[in-house]
C-alpha cells in the first residue's frame, strides 16, 4: 500500500486569501490530519501495520514553512467558527448530524495540528517512520516530469538531488525510494537515481509488464533494472477495484457526496465570511448529504451509516486480496507482492471515508486473517534480494499510460522555454562552480525558479483545461524570473532588491545546491 | 434666445442622461463597501492578537503582462516522445540561416526549396547521417516552429533532421534533433531470463540469512515472525542505514 502524498508550491505572501492556497488547507484538514489521526489510533492500540508514503519536496516545504501554518490557522479558526453557527442553524433538522460530526472533527484538527504536533506536520509523518510504520519517500524536486526533461541529464539530477537533499533534512535519513512524479519513468533515469542511492521506485502496470526482458512474474515481482535499481509495477485489480467509476468503493450511496458544499449553497449574507472575500462561493468543507444514487435528489449524510460501509468495503479489499494472492502462490516461487499505490489527497479530499477505510483495513489485516501483510518496498527487497533483471518500459500512470497529459496541443508550447533556460542554468552552473556571496544567491534563485517552472503540476492542469489560467501564469513567471537573473549574472549586474524579494516568495529550498546542474 | 434654450434643453437632457446611467452603478458600488464592511471586523476581532508574519508591501512585479519571448537565438531542434505512436518536434532557426542558403544554392533557392521534416530510424545504430535504417519525409510549412508527427513504430529509436528539399531532389539538412526511444506497447518477445543478487546493497541491513527464492524458507519465514519486520526503529537498523551511504 503506498500513498503520494503531493500539491504543488503554492504560497503567495503577497495576497492573504489567495484562492489556490486552499488546496493546501483542504488537504490538511481532510486528508493529513485524519491519516495521522487513523495512524495514532492505530500506534495507541499497538497494531502493526507497513505503508509507504511519499511526502513530495513542495509539501514538505509548505507544511514546514511559518506563514503558511498560520494562515493555516486561520482558515481553521473560521471553518471552527462556521461549525458552531452550523450546529445552532441545523438544530432539529437531518443535516444536524452531520455538523456535530464537522464541529468535532475541526476541534480535533486544531488539536492534532496545534498541540500534538507543534503545527509541524512534517514531524507527524517523521515520528510513523521512526516507529517503523510508515517507509517514506519522496519524490522528484518539484514533482518535475521527469521523461520530458532528459534532453539535459542534469536537471533530472538536479530535480532527484535537490530531493534527496530536503528529504535528508527533514527525515534525518536519506530516501530508500522514490515516488517518480505520475509514474513516469524513461531509460536511464535509473541510472541518476542510483548515483543517490535510492533502491527502488515504482512505475504502472506496463511498465514493469512490457519490460524487456519480459518479467516471469509480471508485476507480482519487482525488477531490477540493469544499474540494479527495482522497480515496482502497479497492480491493475487492487487499483480498480477501489478507484473504478462504477464499482469503485468511493461512490456507494451511503458515501458523503463531495459535491454539495454549503459554501455553495447557503445564503451569501450568512456564509460570506466563510467563503473568498470577493464573494466567489468556494467549498467550505462542510457537506451534508450523501452520495444517495445517481439522480440529482440528495439525501442527509449519516455519519455512521458510512462509517459501517467504510468497515464492509475494507473486509471486501481484502478478501479479494486473500484471493489473488492464493491464487498468484500457486504460479509463483515466492509470496506475490501486490503494489496499490494511491494519491494521498483522494483519501479524505475527494473519498471522504477513504482514511476511515484504511484504518478498518489495517485492523482487519491484522486481526482477521494471515494471508496478507502490509509490507513495504525496502522491506520485499531485504527478503527477496534476487530479482529478475530487465529494463523498464518507458510509461507513466497518466492517461493512455505514456507522456501524453503533459506533451500535448495545451501545453506543447512550454518546453521549448523550459529546455532553454534548462540548458542556460547548466551554463551557469559550469561557469561558476564556486560561487559565494550576491552570485550564488542568485545562481541558487536561478535554480529555485528553473525548478517551480518544472512543476509537472502546471502542465497537467493546462491539459485538464480548469484553473488554466493560474497555470500558464506561474509557468510564466518562474520562466521570466529566471531569464532576468541569467540575464543580470550573465551582465554581472544583479539587483539585490529584487533577488531579495524572490528569494523571499519563492523560498522553496532555502539550501539548494545548485551543483547538481554541473555535476559530472 | 432660442440658442440659449437650446443649450438649457441640451445641458438638462445630459444631467438627466448621466443620472439613469450612473445610479445603478452607484448603488452597486455602495453595496459592495458595505458588504466588505460587515465582513472586516470580524477577523480583526478574532485575529488581531495572533502573531503574524508580515505581509509585504510591494506585490509582485507586474511581469505578468510581459510575454515570453518568441525566439532565443538559439538554433536547436528537439525531439520529444509522446507514447509509443507519436513524437512532437520544436525548432529555432536563425534568419541568417536563409541568407546562406541562397548564397549556397543561389538566389531564389529558399522559396523554391520545400521545408522537410526528415524522420529516421535510427535503432541500433550511432547515427552519422547516412547511416540510417530507413527514413520518412514529412513536409512542413514555412510558417511552423513545432510539429506533432505520426510514427507509428513503437520500440525504435528515432532521429530528426530539419532541412530543404531542393527542386532536384537532394535533402539539405538544416538542424539535427537528438535521439529518442519510442516505448513499447506490447510484451517483450525476448523471454530469456537474467537474475541479479544485490547482496552488497542488502548485506548491511543485517540480513544474515540467504532468503533464497526455496518455498521452504518462504513458508517459514511467513509462518514464524510474520512477513512484517517491524524492527525498523531499533537501534541495529539505525546504524546500519547511517553506514548505508559509505558502502
Known amino acids: ?241 477501489v478507484w473504478s467509476k462504477n464499482e469503485g468503493y468511493p461512490g456507494d450511496f451511503d458515501y458523503r457526496e463531495f459535491y454539495r458544499d454549503i459554501g455553495h449553497e447557503l445564503d451569501h449574507n450568512y456564509i460570506g465570511p466563510y467563503i473568498h472575500p470577493s464573494g466567489l462561493r468556494v467549498h467550505t468543507g462542510m457537506k451534508y448529504y450523501r452520495i444517495s444514487g445517481k439522480h440529482e435528489h440528495k439525501e442527509p449524510y449519516v455519519p455512521d451509516w458510512a462509517r459501517e460501509k467504510a468497515a464492509i468495503h475494507a473486509g471486501n479489499f481484502l478478501f479479494n486480496r486473500e484471493h489473488q494472492i492464493k491464487y498468484l502462490n500457486t504460479l509463483m516461487d515466492r509470496p506475490p507482492v501486490i503494489v496499490a499505490p494511491y494519491d494521498a489527497e483522494l483519501f479524505g479530499h475527494w473519498w471522504f471515508e477513504g482514511p476511515t477505510w484504511l484504518e478498518f483495513l489495517i485492523r482487519k489485516a ?117 531569464l532576468r537573473l541569467h540575464n543580470e549574472i550573465r551582465a554581472n549586474r544583479i539587483d539585490e532588491g529584487w533577488l531579495s524579494h524572490l528569494e523571499y516568495v519563492n523560498n522553496i529550498f532555502p539550501e539548494l545546491n545548485y551543483r547538481y546542474y554541473c555535476w559530472t | 434666445m432660442n440658442v440659449i434654450l437650446a443649450w438649457v434643453l441640451g445641458a438638462m437632457l445630459l444631467t438627466l442622461l448621466l443620472a439613469v446611467f450612473l445610479w445603478p452603478g452607484r448603488r452597486r458600488a455602495a453595496g459592495q463597501g458595505d458588504g466588505a464592511g460587515d465582513r472586516k471586523p470580524l477577523f480583526c476581532e478574532e485575529y488581531a492578537a495572533e502573531p503574524a508574519i508580515p505581509v509585504p508591501e510591494k506585490p509582485i512585479p507586474a511581469e505578468e503582462q510581459e510575454k515570453l519571448p518568441d525566439k532565443y537565438g538559439v538554433e536547436r531542434l528537439v525531439l520529444m516522445v509522446r507514447d509509443p505512436y507519436w513524437l512532437y518536434a520544436y525548432w529555432e532557426i536563425s534568419a541568417t540561416r536563409q541568407d546562406e542558403f541562397q548564397t549556397r544554392f543561389g538566389s531564389g533557392s529558399w522559396q523554391s526549396s520545400r521545408a522537410t521534416l526528415r524522420l529516421y530510424d535510427v535503432t541500433g545504430v550511432t547515427f552519422n547521417g547516412n547511416n540510417a535504417n530507413s527514413f520518412i519525409d514529412i513536409p512542413v510549412s514555412d510558417e511552423v516552429d513545432n510539429w506533432h508527427i505520426h510514427v507509428g513504430t513503437p520500440d525504435r529509436e528515432l532521429c530528426l533532421e530539419l532541412g530543404r528539399i531542393l527542386p532536384d531532389g537532394r535533402f539539405i539538412t538544416l538542424l539535427r534533433s537528438n535521439t529518442v526511444y519510442t516505448p513499447r506497447a506490447s510484451l517483450s518477445d525476448r523471454l530469456d531470463e537474467e537474475w541479479m543478487w544485490i547482496e552488497g546493497i542488502y548485506r548491511q541491513f543485517g540480513i544474515r540469512r540467504m532468503l533464497g527464492s526455496s518455498p521452504m524458507l518462504v513458508e517459514e519465514f511467513e509462518g514464524g515472525a510474520g512477513i512484517v519486520p517491524l524492527g525498523i526503529s531499533s537501534p541495529e537498523f539505525a546504524s546500519s542505514l547511517k553506514g548505508e551511504n559509505n558502502v
Open chain 1, 1 to 241: 500500500m503506498t500513498l503520494h502524498a503531493h500539491l504543488p508550491y503554492v504560497r503567495h505572501p503577497e495576497d492573504e486569501h489567495f484562492l489556490e492556497e486552499k488546496w493546501l488547507y483542504e488537504a490538511i484538514t481532510e486528508t493529513y490530519i485524519p491519516l495521522i489521526d487513523a495512524f495514532d489510533r492505530l500506534i495507541e492500540d499497538n497494531i502493526p501495520f507497513r505503508i509507504t508514503m511519499t511526502m513530495s519536496p513542495p509539501l514538505v516545504s509548505m507544511l514546514s514553512d511559518k506563514l503558511l501554518q498560520e494562515r493555516y490557522i486561520k482558515h481553521l479558526n473560521r471553518l471552527i467558527e462556521l461549525s458552531e453557527k452550523e450546529v445552532v442553524r441545523t438544530y432539529g433538522s437531518p443535516f444536524h448530524q452531520a455538523a456535530l460530526m464537522y464541529r468535532e472533527r475541526f476541534y480535533g484538527a486544531r488539536h492534532i495540528f496545534c498541540d500534538r504536533y507543534g503545527r509541524n506536520l512534517v514531524q507527524a509523518f517523521k515520528k510513523f517512520e521512526d516507529q517503523g510504520r510508515l517507509e517514506l519517500i519522496t519524490c522528484a524536486a518539484t514533482h518535475g516530469f521527469l521523461p520530458l526533461m532528459t534532453l539535459h541529464k542534469e536537471s533530472v539530477r538536479a530535480q532527484v538531488g535537490v530531493a534527496v537533499d530536503l528529504h535528508r533534512k527533514h527525515f534525518g535519513r536519506p530516501p530508500r525510494g522514490i515516488w517518480l512524479p505520475e509514474c513516469a519513468y524513461a531509460r536511464g533515469i535509473d541510472e541518476i537515481l542510483r548515483e543517490f542511492g535510492i533502491k527502488f521506485f515504482f512505475t504502472d502496470s506496463h511498465g514493469v509488464m512490457f519490460a524487456d526482458r519480459r518479467p516471469r512474474f509480471g508485476v507480482f515481482a519487482p525488477i531490477y533494472c540493469p544499474s540494479g535499481v527495482a522497480a515496482f509495477g502497479r497492480d491493475m485489480e487492487s487499483s480498480k477495484q
Open chain 1, 366 to 482: 491484522h486481526f482477521d486473517q494471515d494471508i496478507v501483510s502490509l509490507i513495504t518496498p525496502s522491506d520485499y527487497l531485504k527478503m527477496f534480494p534476487c530479482n529478475q533483471v530487465a529494463t523498464p518500459c518507458p510509461s507513466s500512470w497518466g492517461n493512455k499510460g505514456y507522456n501524453e497529459v503533459w506533451l500535448c496541443q495545451a501545453n506543447d508550447w512550454i518546453y521549448r522555454h523550459l529546455h532553454l533556460i534548462a540548458g542556460r542554468m547548466v551554463e551557469l552552473a559550469g561557469d561558476y562552480p564556486d560561487a559565494g556571496g550576491l552570485l550564488e544567491r542568485a545562481l541558487k534563485q536561478a535554480g529555485r525558479e528553473l525548478l517551480l517552472a518544472q512543476s509537472s503540476d502546471w502542465a497537467f492542469i493546462m491539459s485538464t483545461g480548469t484553473m488554466v489560467e493560474y497555470a500558464v501564469r506561474r509557468t510564466k513567471n518562474h520562466i521570466l524570473n529566471f
